[in-house]
């Protein structure tokens, strides 16, 4: 009985199949579990109102519902169709600030 | 919260939807509640797993859209929602995560259904602070703004009957090309701002028809108030010489030494700023009413001509960045003024693709309007006291129109102020406007609706009126410099357009007024842009059937 007290913990899911987080994954759970993700999040979503780039994509999508019809549609079309031109057209300057607002936060979360 | 028809047409569930619903009811919508979060900016989030980042079931992909599946709860990216779906009988709504929004897997489309949205949004309110208690989020008692619109359209009396009965003895007099009303007024010296906004005034439908029935009676007016000097009396006498048929060019000399009496401060012969005057006449039109009946009612209840006419209702919410803190404000406004939606059209975009359909480098109404209603981050200089966090916290504003007048002043601001050099420069931009316009999106239920996201729910506020819908009248146009330029006027009587460009009148055809550089449009609401066409005491003769009728300002 005294054997099973000493017993090494249950090793959950990940370590199981014996995947390793990625740094990547690593920056992304920091960056949610401090709140920093939402705040990016929001002030992505003003720079990209702020240059146009949402109405734009606004109007490709107009564009495409014309063309095929409004019951033809899906939103899965929609975003097949966006996802590319919008990656695309971002301005460089929206995400220098970005990449500036993550190195600002991985620096202090790292100290 | 009463639900009513809306003048958004609500999607019809799929038959995926309707199935589910028949099955589960509201269950699955509720239990999803204790999910929901919001968070400070407004937008609900299902956030169920707190310690671990929610991932796909199938490919562990966390980035992109993810969706909750309503009867596991298990959680699956666009792929291979449809695994899912196939796998287990039943499965076949889901919740977006990030935007609280239904998808039917089967269809692979978004779905809605407004007792969904009502559930979200009941719990967003509830969230937000201040939410349950206070009446700021939109969702007010439903008779109030029913009474307080029955009083704004009433009252202006559309009596056109007797004003027929007014100008038609004189009708016979004039062997006249234009429709009555029509008349050049001299400059008395730099008075183009005056003029052009005499020329839009009076023919404004309210205004007009208030002096066309007499409302302000000179003679009555001068025995009660003993005063000599009255604005209402001097636009008065304006209104009954310009439609008194005689198409001279009137000079308003009587009318501009009562206003620099009133406006000491810009009497001058310099050029003044035509919005300046334009505000400056409805204050003492206000005055003068106000004095006549003894009541000092702030504008938001003021029954004089130029309150029922122009005053509408702005609604200002200032949002704690922090918290979602909402206060709101209202204020009354005779007009709006708009800045210029020069923004989108700078070069710093370099890198984006030619755009298929849509022109660049031209400012439009709408884009001025959407740049007046959008939620603006003030700046970290600008921090503002929060009731729930009790300290000073960043802050987003945004104003919207609570209540829209019948006649609608847009003033475009063309004066940039540059601090770095210290002088003031006119933005010459052309700006496009439409001559009918649509105020609904501008309206405070629609822009506190899209605060809660992409809903269906019905809220208390939807105006299902069409009270919304305006129509231009007049355009005040400026040429020129910032200290030397030019006003003119274009009105539109009867589908006709007319430049008013001090004496001298000529019609014109729309595409001038269009490509005009203008700076106040006044629209009225269609109703009453309607009515006005219909009445048929003003029968309207080319000017080409007469050609010898040559009448001095009727070019």
Known sequence: MKHSVNRPPTPDAAEDQGKEPTLQEIINIKLIESGEKERLMELLRERLIDCGWKDEMKALCRAHVKKKGR????????????????????????????????RTFLMSAAL | MCARNSIYTTPKPCKHLADYKLRHGFNTYYSIRICLKTTPNGRTRVAKHTTKIPRCSFCDRYQGRLYFCLMCSSLWCPTHILLHTQSEKGHEVAIDMNRSELYCCLCCDQVYDPDFDKVVVCNQVKDLPGGSKSKTNGFEACGERSSKRKRLDSGIGLDLKKSKLLVSMRDRRAKSCYPLGLRGLNNLGSTCFMNSV?????????????????????????????????????????????????????TPAHFLYSWWQHSSNLASYEEQDAHEFFISVLDGIHEMESKIRNSGKDDGDCQCIAHRAFSGLLRSDVTCISCGFTSTTYDPCVDISLNMDTSNLSSSNANKPIKPDEKTGASTLSGCLNLFTRAERLGSDQKLHCQNCQELRDSSKQLSIRRLPLVLCLHIKRVEHSLVRKISRKINQYMQFPFSLDMTPYLSSSIVRSKFGNRIFTFEYDNSNSSAAYEIFAVIAHSGMLESGHYVTYLRLKNQWYKCDDAWISEVDEGIVRASQCYMLFYVQKLLYNEAIEDSSFVHISPRRDPFDSTAGCS
């Open chain 1, 71 to 102: 019951t033809n549609v899906t939103v899965d079309d929609l975003v097949h169709l966006i996802t590319p031109k919008g990656r695309a057209s971002v301005p460089d300057s929206v995400k220098a600030e970005l990449l500036q607002r993550i």
């Open chain 2, 198 to 250: 005499l020329q839009a005034l009076l023919h404004a439908p309210p205004l007009r028809n208030y002096f066309l029935n007499d409302r302000h009676n000179s003679i009555q007016c001068r025995k009660r108030s003993g005063e000599k000097l009255c604005l209402l009396c001097d636009i008065d006498a304006i209104s009954s010489a310009m439609f008194s048929g005689d198409r001279t060019p009137y």
